[in-house]
């Protein structure tokens, strides 16, 4: 069966989220770890983890995900930048040692200018001092449009970061469909060629969960702008294909499509009907 859900407000905590995912028709679910400013976090309620955490068991839910903010760049230009993120990234990792066993996403980041391989270095020098053996999340790098300076638009940029991280065995990667079109991946034409391509580059055994969004631009654009299911470029039929394929149907799918809890109750439950569709 389809493993599929969307992006929730944490704001009332984890329970409730879990409770707001069974009743959207959910099965997993991502939550941004604290406002995308970067703000600091309000202190873990580890009974209210603890629930959350029998809850995803009880109802049979594959991982979730915890998505660092969207602001948080390990590769800034300043020490004080990079330093910021780092510590981030420390205190949300230390957190969700509350929740064992689910994902933690990042956008690799945006080297402002030092160049692709600097950024590259300074993101796997950041993970090499934040990862540790005995961690029980492990941490995702998300595919990006490649808009401005950003790390991650090619595979091959999340690879050379893998190459140099010391316990790449605490990594994976997260696919977001309207991120590797707007990259210029077909994966519209040709969502063989890309998974090949994938595989090939990254290992398919790396790719952890799916952000399943439809795109306001087409392929190659680099933009980075996300539509609802069907509204977009992508259309239904490729995204159909996608929650089909052998390849990915077992990995937990998000939504981070521009819908209220309404709409994101009516995507989840298109895309379970035409997941079982031949
Ligand atoms: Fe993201
Ligand atoms: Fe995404
Ligand atoms: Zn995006």
């Known amino acids: ?13 984890f329970a409730a989220m879990g409770r707001q995912a069974l009743e959207l028709g959910a099965d997993t679910f991502q939550f941004f770890t604290r406002n995308p400013r970067g703000s600091r976090a309000k202190e873990l309620d580890t009974a209210d983890a603890a629930s959350l955490l029998a809850l995803l068991g009880e109802n049979h839910f594959a991982p979730i995900v915890a998505h660092a903010p969207y602001t948080l760049n390990l590769c800034g230009a300043t020490a004080e930048n990079r330093r910021f993120a780092q510590e981030t990234m420390a205190d949300d990792l230390r957190r969700l040692e509350h929740l064992p066993g689910q994902y933690y996403n990042f956008h690799p980041g945006s080297h402002v200018g030092q160049g692709t391989a600097e950024g590259v270095r300074l993101i796997a020098r950041a993970l090499n001092l934040l990862l540790t053996p005995d961690q029980a999340t492990t941490v995702l790098l998300e595919t990006m449009a490649g808009k ?16 140099q991280v010391e316990l790449d065995g605490k990594m994976g990667v997260c696919l977001d469909t309207c991120h590797v079109s707007d990259a210029g991946y077909d994966i519209i034409h040709d969502l063989d060629g890309v998974l090949t ?35 977009g470029t992508i259309g ?10 052998p390849a990915l149907r077992d990995l937990p799918f998000c939504l981070e499509t521009p819908n209220d809890l309404d709409g994101y109750r009516r995507e989840i439950a298109l895309m379970r009907e035409l997941a079982e569709r031949k």
């Not at 069966?1 to 905590?13: E, R």
């Not at 090939?200 to 439809?214: F, M, P, S, T, Y």
């Not at 392929?219 to 539509?227: C, I, L, M, N, T």
């Not at 239904?236 to 394929?245: C, D, K, P, Q, T």
């Open 236 to 245: 239904l039929e490729a995204l159909a294909r996608i929650v089909r394929h």
């Open 1 to 13: 069966m389809l493993h599929i859900g969307c992006h929730l407000s944490s704001s009332k905590g």
């Open 197 to 231: 391509e994938f595989d090939k580059v990254l290992g398919l055994g790396r790719l952890k969960a799916i952000h399943l969004n439809d795109s306001k631009n087409p392929r190659g654009s680099h933009k980075d702008r996300h539509a609802c299911l069907g509204e």
């Open 148 to 163: 401005g300076s950003e790390v991650g638009g090619r595979f091959e940029e999340l690879r050379e970061i893998l190459d």
